[in-house]
């Protein structure tokens, strides 16, 4: 465990950007955008996918990736989207 | 059935803004900012809380949220806010 850095963030989160755009502004209508989405926000959406608490169709998808992160992982990239685009990503 | 109006959907989001902010911006860190998001996203996100596919512990307040809301809320609550700090909210 470490604190959560934006560089480890953006290497994990490569994964991601095809769908929810590089600079975290998804590439389609049914997709989020991620950018400078609360973190908390994030940990929590990412682990519902995992336990199977979100269920419709396009969530298929992301049960799917987020069965493939650690925990660290869900830490890492949630930070990195939630700092990308606001004064933090600079730090 | 009409076309979404940004002034209708800002009367219907009033509810809204208690948790996610007048400005879209969420006021704690488990509450998703839904400024300038994805209308597809929104919509579906209201509709899979109304439908019961997410069940997690704050999915409670949300599923109660939209029990309360018509599909015509929805598509008129959704635009608001992906056009809320956007070019198109001054249209």
């Known amino acids: 465990d470490y604190e959560p850095s934006f ?5 994990k989160a490569k994964v991601c950007m095809t769908c929810h755009g590089e600079d975290g502004i ?5 997709y989020p955008n991620l950018r400078g989405q609360k ?7 990412l682990k519902d996918y995992k ?11 992301m049960q ?8 660290q992982d869900i830490k890492d990239i949630a930070y990195y989207f939630s700092v ?7 730090e």
């Open 7 to 11: 560089e480890i963030g953006k290497q």
């Open 26 to 30: 998804s590439t389609l209508d049914p």
């Open 39 to 45: 973190v908390g926000y994030l940990i929590s959406s």
């Open 51 to 61: 336990s199977r608490q979100r269920t419709s169709g396009l969530a298929i998808l």
């Open 64 to 71: 799917q990736q987020a069965d493939a992160l650690s925990e």
């Open 84 to 90: 990308l685009g606001t004064k933090k990503e600079g």
